[in-house]
C-alpha cells in the first residue's frame, strides 16, 4: 500500500465524516425537489401503471351511494325577466337521503334532508377535499367559490353519499 492510497483514505474520511450541518447547508425540501425531478427524468412512472393508479384511487368510495341530479335551475327553472345573478340551484337524491345547495359566486350552502349531522367534502374546485360540516338540522356553508368540475361527497352516520359531477 502507497502513501498515495492512505491520502484518497484520509480525504474520504474528512468529506465524510459526521460533522455539524446547518439548516443554511441542508435544505430538505430542495433535495426532495432534486430527487423527484431526477426520477422524472431518469426512471418515470409508466403511463400505464399511472392510469391503474387513477382507476384504483376511483374505486376508494366504491361502496358510496351516487346521488342523482333531480332538479337544476339552469335546466328546469323558468328564467324570470330583469333578473340577473341567480344563484344555481340543485337537489340530488340518494335512496333517502336528499341534498339541496344553492351556488352561487361567492360559495356554496345547502341541507342534508331527512335533517341530520354529517360531514361534506367539496370536490374538485380551488381546493379539492374542502371538507364542511352539516349541524343537527342538516344545514352547511361553503365561503370559497365552486369552479370547474365539482361534486359532493358527504358522510351521514354509516353512509357515504357520491353526487354526480357538475360544472360550477
Known amino acids: 500500500?502507497?502513501?498515495?492510497?492512505?491520502?484518497?483514505?484520509?480525504?474520504?474520511?474528512?468529506?465524510?465524516?459526521?460533522?455539524?450541518?446547518?439548516?443554511?447547508?441542508?435544505?430538505?425540501?430542495?433535495?426532495?425537489?432534486?430527487?423527484?425531478?431526477?426520477?422524472?427524468?431518469?426512471?418515470?412512472?409508466?403511463?400505464?401503471?399511472?392510469?391503474?393508479?387513477?382507476?384504483?384511487?376511483?374505486?376508494?368510495?366504491?361502496?358510496?351511494?351516487v346521488a342523482e341530479l333531480t332538479f337544476d335551475s339552469l335546466v328546469d327553472a323558468l328564467p324570470v325577466r330583469g333578473v340577473t345573478d341567480v344563484p344555481r340551484m340543485l337537489t340530488f337524491r340518494a335512496g333517502e337521503v336528499t341534498v339541496d345547495v344553492e351556488v352561487t359566486e361567492d360559495g356554496l350552502m345547502g341541507q342534508v334532508l331527512p335533517p341530520q349531522p354529517a360531514r361534506v367534502e367539496v370536490l374538485g374546485g380551488p381546493r379539492p377535499g374542502a371538507a364542511l360540516t352539516a349541524d343537527d338540522l342538516g344545514r352547511f356553508t361553503g365561503d370559497v367559490p365552486l369552479s370547474g368540475p365539482f361534486a359532493l361527497r358527504l358522510r351521514t352516520g354509516g353512509d357515504v353519499v357520491v353526487t354526480e359531477w357538475l360544472r360550477a
Open 1 to 65: 500500500m502507497d502513501d498515495r492510497d492512505d491520502r484518497d483514505d484520509r480525504d474520504e474520511d474528512e468529506v465524510f465524516a459526521e460533522g455539524d450541518w446547518g439548516d443554511e447547508e441542508f435544505d430538505a425540501g430542495l433535495l426532495e425537489e432534486e430527487l423527484r425531478q431526477a426520477a422524472a427524468v431518469l426512471d418515470p412512472v409508466p403511463a400505464e401503471l399511472q392510469q391503474i393508479a387513477v382507476d384504483a384511487y376511483a374505486l376508494h368510495d366504491l361502496d358510496a351511494r
